[in-house]
């Protein structure tokens, strides 16, 4: 099974200020499809996971631009230009290259 | 608007069984794989299960294999997840999830329900 590991584990950022956070895959996550089977997920505090991210780079419908995602192969990142309140939480990723999808340990972002 | 609600969640005895539902709306069902997730209390996300759009296709995690069946009924826009045998380790919140596609797993995830709680309890 493909494993998934995310760093840093928790994170406290100030308004404004930019967040990032990895995400490494223990196999490639490139499909001979030429798609890279990357998806990054916000949980709010209290809410099911919303999806962010999809294959790598791709915000998905109503997700602000601050949020970005890049990478490829087995290394990745996404990053949030200015962080508000609001995204707060905490943010995982996952590869569905292979069954079973596996995620990461979840990273928890908090407002200083 | 999507809507993924799940019911069916519980207390339930080590060894015992649940049937979960989710009751879809908001999109042509039968165009998109579907999946349950489980989250134990304070803890990630694990994949349990995921089913194929016309329900030909069929998988399940290790930890599940041969205790727990996914099922789907497309003229009633519902998926199911019956649980057999079930363990302490088995309690989490599970959400009823959508696939990007007609498959399950492989096109990424895109709408969550709120989740049904299944606690595993002696």
């Known amino acids: 099974d493909i494993v998934m590991t995310q760093t840093p584990l928790s994170l406290s950022v100030t308004p404004g200020q930019p967040a990032s956070i990895s995400c490494k895959s223990s196999?490639?996550?490139?499909?001979?499809?030429?798609?890279?089977?990357l998806y990054w997920y916000l949980q709010k505090p209290g809410q099911p996971p919303q999806l962010l991210i999809y294959?790598?780079?791709n915000r998905f419908s109503g997700v602000p631009d601050r949020f970005s995602g890049s990478g490829s192969g087995t290394d990745f990142t996404l990053k949030i230009s200015r962080v508000e309140a609001e995204d707060v939480g905490i943010y995982y990723c996952?590869?569905?290259?292979?069954?079973?999808?596996?995620f990461g340990q979840g990273t928890k972002v908090e407002i200083k | 608007e999507v809507q993924l609600v799940e019911s069916g969640g519980g207390v339930v005895r080590p060894g015992g069984s649940l049937r979960l539902s989710c009751a879809a709306s908001?999109?042509?069902?039968?165009?998109?794989?579907m999946n349950w997730v489980r989250q134990a209390p304070g803890k990630g996300l694990e994949w349990v299960s995921g089913?194929?759009?016309?329900?030909?296709?069929?998988g399940y995690a290790d930890s599940v294999k041969g205790r727990f069946t996914i099922s789907r009924d497309n003229a009633k826009n519902s998926l199911y997840l019956q649980m057999n045998s079930l363990r302490v380790e088995d309690t989490a919140l599970y959400h009823c999830?959508?696939?990007?596609?007609?498959?399950?797993?492989?096109?990424?995830?895109?709408?969550w329900g709120q989740g049904t709680l299944v606690t595993v309890s002696s």
């Open positions: 999830v959508r696939s990007g596609g007609y498959s399950y797993g492989g096109d990424g995830f895109d709408y």
């Open positions: 908001g999109f042509t069902f039968d165009d998109y794989g």
């Open positions: 089913i194929n759009w016309n329900g030909d296709s069929i």
């Open positions: 196999q490639s996550l490139l499909h001979s499809d030429g798609k890279t089977y």
């Open positions: 294959e790598v780079s």
């Open positions: 996952m590869q569905c290259i292979q069954l079973p999808p596996a």
